[in-house]
Every structure is written in structure tokens, then in C-alpha cells.
């Protein structure tokens, strides 16, 4: 292994670390809620949400975001290519989660 692929895998575990840290507080619903919904909602609007469904789905987003990391790691000590298929489709599916799951959200709040 020569030294960009040991910074590359740095860079993935790290990532990947830092992913799962942030869903498992997201879970607890603790910390800074990571949701462009809240993000971007005016501080009146703030105090109206319920925060739970965006702490779940931010929770979900970066723990499938530090699984990803963690397969790109894993294929760049292993060299098994295959892994980039799965990490392919696990991105399309958080995507559509993320889509879906907003809409779900908007239904439920009104």
C-alpha cells in the first residue's frame, strides 16, 4: 500500500467514524439537529416542530453515509472492486430514503 491509498484510507475511516458519531447522537436526539428542514426553518418555526422524525432521519442518513465509508475502506485495503456496486446502490437508496422520508414528514405535519 503506497501513501495515497494510506491517506485515502485515513480520510474513509475517519469519515466513517465521524458518520457513526454523529447518527448515534442524532438517535439519542442530542446535539445540533443536522436536517435542512430545521436548518433553514425561521425560529418561530423552530418552535413549532417536532423534532423527532428529522433527528430519525438524520440519524439514518449518517449512519448509511458512515457504512458507505466504511465499504470504501474496506475496498481499498481488500481491492475488492465489487464493493464499489454495493456502495453505488446503498448512495441511490439513501437518496430515494431521504426523499421519501421528507415527504412522509411533510404528510405528517399537516
Known amino acids: 500500500m503506497n501513501t495515497p491509498e494510506i491517506l485515502l484510507l485515513a480520510f474513509t475511516l475517519l469519515s466513517s467514524i465521524t458518520s457513526f458519531a454523529i447518527g448515534y447522537f442524532q438517535f439519542k436526539e442530542k446535539g445540533f ?5 430545521y436548518i433553514y426553518a425561521s425560529k418561530e418555526e423552530r418552535r413549532k416542530i417536532n423534532k423527532k422524525p428529522y433527528y430519525r432521519q438524520s440519524a439514518i442518513a449518517f449512519i448509511t453515509v458512515g457504512i458507505i465509508f466504511a465499504m470504501l475502506a474496506l475496498a ?32 405528517n405535519k399537516k
Open 76 to 107: 481499498i485495503v481488500t481491492d475488492w472492486n465489487w464493493l464499489f456496486s454495493i456502495v453505488i446502490l446503498c448512495s441511490i437508496l439513501l437518496i430515494a430514503y431521504a426523499i421519501i422520508s421528507s415527504i412522509i414528514i411533510e404528510k
Open 33 to 37: 439537529l443536522f436536517n435542512n428542514s
